[in-house]
Protein backbone atom coordinates (compact mmCIF):
# COMPACT_ATOMS: atom_id res chain seq x y z
CA UNK A 1 0.00 0.00 0.00
CA UNK A 2 2.97 2.34 0.81
CA UNK A 3 3.75 1.80 -3.47
CA UNK A 4 4.20 5.12 -5.06
CA UNK A 5 1.43 5.54 -8.18
CA UNK A 6 2.71 5.58 -11.58
CA UNK A 7 2.75 7.90 -14.27
CA UNK A 8 -1.11 6.27 -15.90
CA UNK A 9 -2.43 5.94 -11.98
CA UNK A 10 -1.77 9.17 -11.42
CA UNK A 11 -3.12 10.40 -14.53
CA UNK A 12 -6.09 9.06 -13.58
CA UNK A 13 -6.14 10.24 -10.48
CA UNK A 14 -5.92 13.66 -11.35
CA UNK A 15 -8.77 13.49 -14.00
CA UNK A 16 -11.06 12.08 -11.28
CA UNK A 17 -10.03 14.68 -8.69
CA UNK A 18 -11.60 17.90 -11.02
CA UNK A 19 -14.61 19.83 -9.07
CA UNK A 20 -17.00 22.04 -9.92
CA UNK A 21 -16.19 24.64 -7.14
CA UNK A 22 -13.09 26.46 -7.62
CA UNK A 23 -12.22 26.55 -4.05
CA UNK A 24 -11.99 22.41 -3.88
CA UNK A 25 -9.88 22.99 -7.19
CA UNK A 26 -7.62 24.92 -5.70
CA UNK A 27 -6.94 23.02 -2.97
CA UNK A 28 -6.66 19.78 -4.69
CA UNK A 29 -4.15 21.58 -7.34
CA UNK A 30 -2.18 22.59 -4.89
CA UNK A 31 -2.07 19.16 -3.18
CA UNK A 32 -0.78 18.16 -6.44
CA UNK A 33 1.74 20.51 -6.86
CA UNK A 34 2.86 19.42 -3.43
CA UNK A 35 2.84 15.94 -3.39
CA UNK A 36 2.35 14.28 -6.73
CA UNK A 37 5.72 13.00 -6.76
CA UNK A 38 5.33 10.76 -3.45
CA UNK A 39 1.64 9.74 -3.88
CA UNK A 40 1.46 6.61 -2.45
CA UNK A 41 -1.67 3.89 -3.12
CA UNK A 42 -2.70 4.20 0.68
CA UNK A 43 -2.84 7.92 -0.03
CA UNK A 44 -4.62 7.36 -3.67
CA UNK A 45 -7.42 5.07 -2.16
CA UNK A 46 -8.07 8.45 0.62
CA UNK A 47 -8.46 11.00 -1.51
CA UNK A 48 -10.89 8.79 -4.14
CA UNK A 49 -13.35 8.53 -0.79
CA UNK A 50 -12.89 11.87 0.18
CA UNK A 51 -13.72 12.77 -4.45
CA UNK A 52 -16.85 10.60 -3.54
CA UNK A 53 -18.32 13.30 -1.34
CA UNK A 54 -20.97 16.20 -3.13
CA UNK A 55 -18.58 19.21 -3.46
CA UNK A 56 -19.77 21.00 -0.48
CA UNK A 57 -19.36 18.29 2.01
CA UNK A 58 -15.73 18.31 0.56
CA UNK A 59 -14.98 22.10 0.98
CA UNK A 60 -16.43 21.77 4.65
CA UNK A 61 -14.19 19.39 5.41
CA UNK A 62 -11.07 21.18 3.59
CA UNK A 63 -11.90 24.49 5.56
CA UNK A 64 -12.26 22.64 8.69
CA UNK A 65 -15.69 22.96 9.44
CA UNK A 66 -16.01 19.73 9.43
CA UNK A 67 -14.14 16.19 9.91
CA UNK A 68 -14.70 12.66 8.71
CA UNK A 69 -17.52 11.00 10.31
CA UNK A 70 -18.90 7.58 9.45
CA UNK A 71 -16.90 5.28 6.60
CA UNK A 72 -14.98 7.94 5.95
CA UNK A 73 -13.51 8.50 9.15
CA UNK A 74 -10.69 6.44 8.24
CA UNK A 75 -7.04 6.88 8.45
CA UNK A 76 -5.95 7.28 4.92
CA UNK A 77 -8.58 9.44 4.36
CA UNK A 78 -7.61 11.62 7.82
CA UNK A 79 -3.71 11.48 6.46
CA UNK A 80 -4.73 12.80 2.95
CA UNK A 81 -6.99 15.24 4.29
CA UNK A 82 -4.50 16.88 7.01
CA UNK A 83 -2.07 16.81 3.89
CA UNK A 84 -4.46 19.04 1.76
CA UNK A 85 -5.37 21.22 4.39
CA UNK A 86 -1.75 22.18 4.65
CA UNK A 87 -1.28 25.99 4.02
CA UNK A 88 1.62 27.62 1.71
Known sequence: MDTLLDERALSKLRWRCRRGLLEND?????FFQRFESSL????AGGLEVLMDLADNDLLDLLLCRKEPEGDIDRPD???VLAMLRQRP
Not at 40 to 43: D, G
Open 77 to 79: VRD
Open 26 to 30: LFIER
Open 40 to 43: TVRQ
